[in-house]
């Protein structure tokens, strides 16, 4: 298991880790979430020794991460490392060898790869030759091509288009499924509600809030209550209902947070007599609502 | 995988991400030597001859011009100009036209722009002929009048071990040159290198696989590889065409010379190219690098200056003394001293050590300094940030 324990990082007067700690098993994917500056980045470097925390403990397995470990790391970093100048194939075989294949284990795994995301027939062209998507590709197939045990992306998804975005979920789905720990940052967060089981949530440097996505979805004690009408109604009923806060609007449909002990039948008794009621659902926040409340608190 | 193993990987992209740079610049470099020395030899200069222009009026005896032509060889040839009257040739002189006159066989006229070396040989020429004019007059024979101009007198020289050869000078000029030449291009490629890996971050890639250390060493190591094969390329060539034309003297310089200015040379290299990889890492982009390394290529060039006054000067001073036994400079002045036969045994060994210990301690402290700049991935870091942050990584 990779444990982050405790960390905490200063730089000057800033504090970029404050109690820092999660955990990410092989096999399990956690998005890790937190506005821009939140230490998201600082806390993935010190997995690599890029930054030694001033206190707590990095691990694998209870273990110091070593050399050898950090060779069966997967890494992307935020603004993208490639040489730009050297082939595409060239590149990810040097990098599988760096990170302990012999030639022919590497230039055998980068095959595979760029078969899987389609590139085989742009492996002779230079990176900086290739559209920002597959420079994207290349960058997570440098990260893939020596078999990790660990991946740490930091914005794997950061201007994908949404087929590559699939492409690319899917693939780390499949690399949690083999057993691969796979700890990734994103601010796409319907993406990331849809793809990890669990998430961190990370703000000024501390880890605010962690666990399975649905369990702090149901944990939170604000509830989402939908309504859509067959036809455009007057809304003018929503605000005859006391602790229902109005969040977003269009003609036919509202979303309200209401608080848990909201009488829901009087508040049906009034939609239903502005109009006619398609759907009314009560739901527990989505994940971007959770994240929102968390680091506002 | 072995420590090794992950070097020569580092190395070998090295080699592959310069190959086309080192191409081409060195098809630049030897194609100016080459057209250079083929120029030198298409005008018939580069071996160090002086044509002079003489002034003939009153139709001077040949013996005056062979005479001249004798004293001045090997190193300068004569060509001659025929004038009417005494004053046109004189106004040749003036406009320096012709560097000097003689008119019959016995007077020379001086110009404005007349050699000492030309002054002596054109006297001593007519007054050979004055000498022989007047034996002839006594009734001695050719022979016996020869024998007055050249009388048999044994001649030899002294050598200073102090001063050493021209073929010592030669050496100790071509160290100079070539350490500067080493140590400021390929120091530069060593740190624009590493700013291009940390400015586009594949050296966070890369750091998770390779030591930093190593990764330094990796490029310090390949970058100095291409830039032997480049000098000893310069080398072979303009030795081979100079050979080919006649044009250079092969120096009996001791082997020992030569083996000293290579020892030299792998120190300097070592000491300077880690400093560069150094200044390089606290960049994060070109522009910034320019100001990191542009002071490093001042403090070379400093030693650069220095050694070559001192070598053409022929002058060891006190300053140049003092000098080649700081490791900034001793990579640059120690060798010409060496060379020169200048340095004594005690400050070769001062230098040498103080080389060693220097170049040991610059490697484990451009190293820090180096982990500390590329793992920092912000803007322009200052030495003391670095080393803090490399000594905090390495603690």
């Not at chain 2, 007077?107 to 004055?130: C, H, I, K, M, Y």
Request: hydrophobic share 50%; proline share 4%; net charge negative.
């Amino acid at each position: 298991m990779l444990c982050l324990d405790g960390l905490r990082k200063r730089f000057g007067d800033v504090i970029a880790l404050e109690e820092c700690s999660l955990t990410v098993a092989p096999g399990q994917m956690l998005g890790f979430l937190g506005p821009n500056g939140a230490g998201k980045t600082t806390a993935m470097r010190t997995i690599f020794g890029l930054v030694r925390p001033d206190a707590g403990r990095v691990s694998w397995h209870d273990r110091e991460v070593t050399t050898a470990v950090r060779r069966r790391i997967g890494y992307m970093p935020e603004e993208r490392g490639l040489y730009p100048k050297m082939r595409v194939r060239r590149q990810l075989v040097y990098f599988g060898r760096l990170h302990g294949l012999d030639r022919s284990q590497a230039e055998q795994a980068v095959d595979h790869w760029l078969d899987v995301f389609d590139l085989a027939d742009r492996s002779g062209a230079k990176v900086v030759e290739l559209s920002h998507g597959n420079q994207q590709r290349v960058q997570l197939a440098a990260s893939l091509v020596h078999d990790p045990m660990i991946l740490v992306l930091d914005e794997p998804f950061a201007g994908l288009d949404p087929i590559a975005a699939v492409t690319m979920a899917r693939i780390l789905r499949e690399q949690a499924e083999r057993g691969v720990a796979v700890l990734f940052s994103s601010h796409q967060l319907d993406l990331v509600e849809d793809l990890c089981d669990d998430v961190a949530i990370i703000n000024e440097g501390r880890v605010i809030l962690a666990g399975r996505v649905a369990e702090l979805r149901s944990a939170s004690p604000s509830r989402y209550l939908e309504v859509a009408t067959r036809h455009p109604v007057d809304l003018s009923w929503v605000d005859q209902i006391p602790g229902a806060e109005l969040v977003e609007q269009r003609p036919d449909r509202v979303r309200l947070l209401i608080e848990d002990e909201i009488d829901l039948e009087a508040m049906a008794g009034a939609a239903a007599r502005a109009g006619s009621i398609s759907s009314f659902s009560l739901e527990p926040p989505s994940l971007s609502e959770v994240f929102t409340a968390a680091v506002k608190r | 995988m072995k420590d090794r193993t992950t070097i020569l990987l580092a190395i070998g992209r090295e080699l592959h991400a310069w190959k086309k740079p080192f191409l081409i610049s060195s098809a630049v470099v030897l194609t100016l030597v080459a057209a250079g020395m083929t120029a030198l030899v298409l005008t018939g200069g580069g071996d160090g001859t002086v044509t002079f222009r003489l002034g003939f009026v009153d139709n001077p005896p040949a013996a005056i011009r062979r005479d001249v032509r004798e004293l001045l060889s090997p190193d300068s040839r004569i060509s001659i100009e025929h004038y009417a009257s005494l004053t046109e040739a004189e106004g040749a002189l003036v406009d320096r036209d012709v560097d000097a006159l003689v008119v019959g066989d016995d007077e020379v006229v001086w110009g404005p722009g007349t050699a000492d070396r030309l002054a002596d040989a054109v006297w001593l020429a007519v007054s050979n002929e004055q000498v022989r004019t007047t034996a002839a007059s006594i009734g001695l024979s050719p022979g016996e009048a020869n024998r007055l101009i050249h009388p048999d007198v044994e001649s030899r020289t002294v050598e200073s071990p102090e001063i050493g050869s021209v073929a010592d000078e030669v050496l100790a000029t071509i160290s100079v040159i070539l350490m500067f030449m080493a140590i400021l291009a390929y120091g530069q490629w060593i740190g624009y290198a590493v700013v291009e890996e940390k400015a586009n971050r594949v050296v966070e890639l890369l750091l998770g696989a390779i030591k930093p250390h190593h990764l330094m060493a990796a490029k310090v190591l390949s970058i100095g590889l291409l830039g032997l094969t480049q000098i000893a390329a310069v080398g072979a060539l303009a030795l081979s065409i100079g050979l080919a034309t006649d044009r250079v003297d092969i120096p009996p310089a001791s082997a020992s010379v030569v083996l000293w200015i290579i020892v030299w040379f792998f120190l300097g290299y070592a000491f300077y190219g880690s400093l560069y990889a150094a200044g390089g890492s606290l960049a994060s982009n070109n522009q910034e690098a320019g100001s990191v390394i542009g002071p490093m290529s001042i403090l070379v060039g400093v030693g650069y200056v220095l050694g070559l006054i001192t070598i053409s000067g022929g002058v060891d001073t006190l300053l140049i003394r003092v000098t080649s036994l700081i490791p900034f400079w001793a990579p640059m002045l120690m060798p010409g001293r060496i060379a020169r036969g200048w340095a004594e045994g005690w400050e070769v060994a001062v230098a040498l050590s103080v080389m060693i210990v220097a170049g040991v301690a610059m490697i484990r402290l451009a190293g820090r300094i180096y982990v500390g700049g590329v793992a920092r991935a912000t803007s322009k870091l200052g030495w003391r940030e670095a080393f803090r942050t490399g000594a905090d990584l390495e603690s």
